[in-house]
């Protein structure tokens, strides 16, 4: 069956734009995360949604990060105002119900130029 | 603030067992172990997982300390494939929900 995807696979936007992320979860799994990788860096998670909840929002870098999944699939991960330090890799991650096992997406190439 | 502890790099020769190890002496006890890894421009691949006892599938092995505080990853027979980040992963409850990845250990399989 299909994966998990995310749109676009790069993006390049100058500093001060604001970028939408886009991730389409595995069909039927009601857990989706996101996280970031600057490069050559280990995963930092920034958050997650059980159905279209995100009961805990701390892990976003700033209140220029947002999130937000409706009818318990997609989810759009949005940062205003962006910045060169926001350049990473963003990964999308689903799994059937929290604890159990994450599947990844592609990531999203973001570059702030 | 690590919630897991993994050492930066490994070398394994080909054919050989690969021996990960993770520490994460603060993990509650209702708190799974689960190891991913990530080859180079790809999203992380799901490995394995488990809550006390060891664990094997058709990748590897998780060997869980009895007291839960640290966890060994065996992969058996080492290929040139298997060369990429290993991440090991814990929930920690105690801190919202949040999934933090480990260090992560760049395993690199010589022929």
């Known amino acids: 069956g299909a994966g998990v995807s995310q749109s676009p696979s790069n993006k390049v936007t100058e500093k001060g734009k604001d970028v939408e992320l886009r991730c389409d979860p595995i069909?039927?799994?009601?857990?989706l995360y996101w996280y970031r990788q600057s490069l050559g860096q280990g995963l930092e998670f920034l958050i997650y949604f059980q159905g279209n909840s995100a009961p805990d929002k701390s892990g976003l870098p700033s209140d220029r990060f947002s999130a937000e999944r409706t009818g318990g699939s997609v989810s759009t991960l949005t940062i205003q105002r962006t910045q060169q330090e926001d350049s990473a890799v963003y990964l999308c991650?689903?799994?059937?119900?929290?604890?159990?096992?994450?599947?990844f997406g592609p990531g999203t190439r973001l570059t702030v130029t | 603030d690590a919630k897991t502890t993994q050492p930066p790099s490994m070398d394994c020769a080909e054919g050989r067992a690969a021996n990960l190890p993770c520490n994460h002496s603060?993990?509650?006890?209702?708190?799974?172990v689960y190891w991913y890894r990530q080859i180079h421009s790809q999203g992380p691949q799901y490995i394995i997982h488990?809550?006390?006892n060891n664990e094997t599938n058709e990748m590897a092995s998780l060997i869980i300390t009895e007291d839960r505080k640290s966890s060994t990853l065996i992969l058996p027979h080492a290929t040139l494939r298997d060369t990429a980040v290993y991440y090991c992963?814990?929930?920690?409850?105690?801190?919202?929900?949040?999934?933090?990845f480990g260090t992560g250990t760049s395993l690199t399989v010589i022929p």
């Open positions: 992963i814990v929930r920690f409850s105690n801190t919202g929900n949040q999934f933090y």
């Open positions: 069909s039927g799994h009601t857990a």
């Open positions: 488990g809550l006390k």
């Open positions: 991650a689903s799994s059937l119900a929290l604890d159990y096992e994450q599947y």
């Open positions: 603060t993990i509650s006890g209702n708190e799974y």
